[in-house]
């Protein structure tokens, strides 16, 4: 697959990346849309795409149909206050993009040099992201740009944030850190590869991520403080996820032709096949919208 072989040219020292965060504030939200990027890798083309969660399969509609835009290389964001849909750009990890909701109104919010991770403080009204090893902050539409962080030695690839304790997790190739928002108090949480994904479930206080999909059947979870760390095993090589914090996780698979998106429990029981794209396609993303 394209993505996997991008990810170990990243292991290999070159850029690769994305991002997660929580949902706005931490009262209980309601997901109530999934957006997703798609390639199909025959014709070939592209699509932007969101569903209905409570019918998924039957309401799924083109939010950009075959169009021209940069597949994300792990995530899409969604400031629910803004109604503006986030994705970095995976193939040239030198820009983030956003737009509405409907697909309209597309920009690019900010340029730089190995923009690999991303994530959005919603109450803070901030966007994060990692160039190389750096960790920078803007304004949601790009503006005011700052330095927040530079981790010595090795680059950023994952970033997640708690806004309500003030803490930014990010994550190199084998360790999760925990760091406050001015830049201060690095320290190491968790000794593990994280490979697809760094989320925080703001409601609930708890970390996700998952491991390498060559070995992990599942994803792992932790807390804050990087204690009660388990591996949660549900059979399936995850490629990319997100966190419902009413105790759902949405992830995508490959299939034997075509990736599929499924949900199940956090503690990895009742698994359900939600929607398997057809013809021979790859999806690149995904992302919960909350009412």
């Not at 849309?33 to 083309?45: G, K, N, S, T, Y």
């Not at 629910?80 to 509405?100: C, H, M, P, Q, V």
Request: glycine share 8%; aromatic share 12%.
């Amino acid at each position: 697959m394209k993505l996997h072989k991008g990810f170990l040219l990243l292991a290999l020292g070159v850029l690769v990346f994305f991002v997660a965060c929580d949902p706005p504030g931490d009262n209980p939200t309601v997901a109530k849309r999934i957006f997703w990027a798609r390639e199909d890798l025959q014709v070939p083309r592209r699509d932007l795409r969101c569903a209905a969660i409570a019918d998924l399969a039957g309401s799924v509609v083109n939010v950009l149909e075959n169009a021209d835009f940069p597949l994300p290389w792990y995530g899409l964001r969604i400031d629910r206050t803004g109604a503006k849909l986030y994705w970095a750009d995976g193939e040239s990890f030198d820009k983030i993009i956003r737009a509405n909701l409907d697909g309209s109104g597309r920009e690019t919010i900010v340029n730089g040099a190995g923009i690999v991770a991303f994530c959005l403080d919603e109450p803070g009204r901030k966007l994060y992201w990692s160039e190389h090893n750096m960790i920078r902050r803007a304004n949601l539409d790009g503006s005011d740009p700052e330095d927040v962080f530079e981790h010595p030695g090795l680059d950023v690839y994952f970033l997640a944030i708690d806004s309500r304790d003030e803490k930014i997790y990010f994550s190199e190739l084998n360790h999760i850190y925990q760091l406050n928002m001015d830049g201060t108090g690095c320290v190491t949480l968790i000794e593990s590869d994280v490979f697809f994904g760094l989320e925080f479930d703001a409601i609930n206080r708890k970390l996700y991520w998952v491991r390498n999909a060559a070995e992990a059947q599942g994803f792992e979870q932790a807390d804050p403080d990087g204690l009660n760390h388990l591996s949660i095993e549900i059979g399936e090589n995850i490629k990319y996820f997100a966190i419902d914090p009413a105790g759902k996780i949405y992830f995508a698979v490959s299939g034997i032709m075509s990736d599929i998106i499924k949900r199940g429990n956090f503690d990895g029981t009742s698994i359900e096949t939600l929607y398997t794209e057809e013809g021979q396609a790859e999806i690149s993303g995904l992302a919960l919208e909350f009412e």
